[in-house]
């Protein structure tokens, strides 16, 4: 057994093995993802504050910095993210300590370290009818990449895909179905498929896009590679960030404006579940902030006025 505790000169040689087990005894493909972002977040802070040792002192401290962190969007980090990048902590730490690495007690009492309370539901952002209309006539589409950007926002808004689906869809996927145009087989968290309908100006904006593009198999949506052409693909990253780049919030954010905006258009509550892939209709109400409205609030009720 070695020292209680992983020194800097360890650092290296150590953790990035051991971020690689943790990740390889993951499953899902999502969780994988999750974990390694949050796995980068704390090997990323741990080097920068020059950290010298690995104890429960350490990551009390890295709760603190995520509590406190500002993400690009303008909002503190939800009690569901900073969890997350704990549970990813715990988890680099009982492999750690199952390889011999630090005591066991040391990482029992790492693993005490407590998750932050959730308060409420969180209502999240989404853009209003007339921002999601100003959002999807944003891009140029007297270029190429104008119309690739154009098809991937209304694809966002009009189906609510995660930005993973999105970054994934397939020529094939886009077919007719009983009279209208809907995405097949789209699999999500939990391994779950569901088939997805769009409108007829979400695909009219997808052909525009394709044909342009000459895209008649494979991916959707391609890189645009300055003197090269038209790649292969796009990351989820790189979806995100013409999302953040049209609409200034998240592609979480996108799905949650289709979930709210087909609500307030009357669509019923269950084909919206259905759509986004949710296992439970009280997923849905949550993420729909159902038990909460604020544009008929009780206080618009009371009949009261200035003057």
């Known amino acids: 057994m070695t020292s209680e505790v992983i020194v800097r000169r360890d650092l290296e040689k150590d953790l990035e093995r051991i971020k690689s087990l943790v990740l390889s005894g993951l499953a899902s493909k999502q969780s994988k993802i999750a974990y390694e972002k949050g796995l980068d977040s704390f090997l990323g802070w741990y080097k920068r504050t020059d950290q010298q040792v690995l104890n429960k002192a350490c990551v009390l401290a890295y709760r603190a910095m995520l509590q406190n962190t500002i993400s690009k969007y303008g909002r503190k980090l939800s009690s569901a993210t900073v969890n997350l990048r704990l549970a990813a902590v715990r988890r680099l730490v009982v492999e750690l300590s199952d ?42 589409t007297d270029t190429l ?38 995405l097949l087989d ?10 997805v309908p769009i409108s007829a100006n979400c695909k009219e904006a997808l052909d525009a896009w394709t044909k342009k593009a000459d895209i008649t198999s494979g991916r959707v949506f391609r890189s645009l590679i300055p003197g090269k052409g038209i790649g292969e693909s796009m990351t989820s990253q790189a979806v995100q960030d013409v999302i953040v780049k049209y609409a200034g919030v998240s592609a979480h954010d996108l799905r949650r404006t289709y979930a709210k905006l087909a609500r307030q258009g009357g669509s019923e509550i ?30 618009d009720f009371q009949g009261l006025k200035l003057q």
Request: charged residues 25%; glycine residues 10%.
């Open 270 to 299: 269950e084909q919206i579940q259905l759509s986004l892939g949710h296992a439970s209709i009280q997923t849905t109400e949550r993420y729909l902030g159902t038990e909460q409205s604020l544009t008929s609030a009780p206080c």
């Open 99 to 140: 390889n011999g690495l630090i005591d066991p007690m040391l990482a029992y009492q790492i693993g005490k370290v407590k998750g932050l309370k959730s308060e409420g539901i969180r209502t999240g952002n989404w853009l209003a009818k007339k921002e999601a209309q100003s959002v999807l006539r944003k891009p140029d």
């Open 186 to 195: 789209i699999v999500g968290k939990g391994g779950r498929v569901r088939t």
């Open 145 to 182: 990449k104008g119309l690739r950007d154009r098809a991937l926002l209304w694809v966002g808004i009009n189906s609510g895909l995660r930005r993973s689906e999105i970054a994934s869809l397939t020529i094939d996927k886009v077919v007719m179905r009983e009279s209208r145009w809907v």
